[in-house]
């Protein structure tokens, strides 16, 4: 389970960020990407710490996609909810 999820969060997570960097005007879609990525977020968490699995490089990974995770959350977040002067 543990390899499935990370092959998950980081194919999910590089289809986002090239996608999001295509649509940056797209507040509809910045918002919802961003709340898939709180619900990655979330997950990732939940799998990385609950479920036993070997330390070493695959676990440091899955650890850095989810604060990568996280930091782009939050920059889909500014994108979507900010006001545009137009």
Do not use: E
Not at 30 to 55: E, L, R
């Amino acid at each position: 389970m543990f390899k499935f999820v990370f092959w998950v969060l980081a194919i999910w997570f590089l289809i986002n960020v090239i996608w999001m960097w295509f649509k940056l005007d797209n507040q509809s879609l910045q918002k919802t990407f961003a709340w898939i990525n709180v619900a990655a977020v979330v997950i990732g968490f939940w799998v990385f710490y609950g479920v036993s699995h070997p330390a070493g490089a695959l676990s440091n990974c899955f650890l850095a996609i989810n604060c990568l995770n996280v930091v782009l959350a939050i920059v889909q977040f500014y994108f979507g909810y900010r006001k545009l002067n137009k």
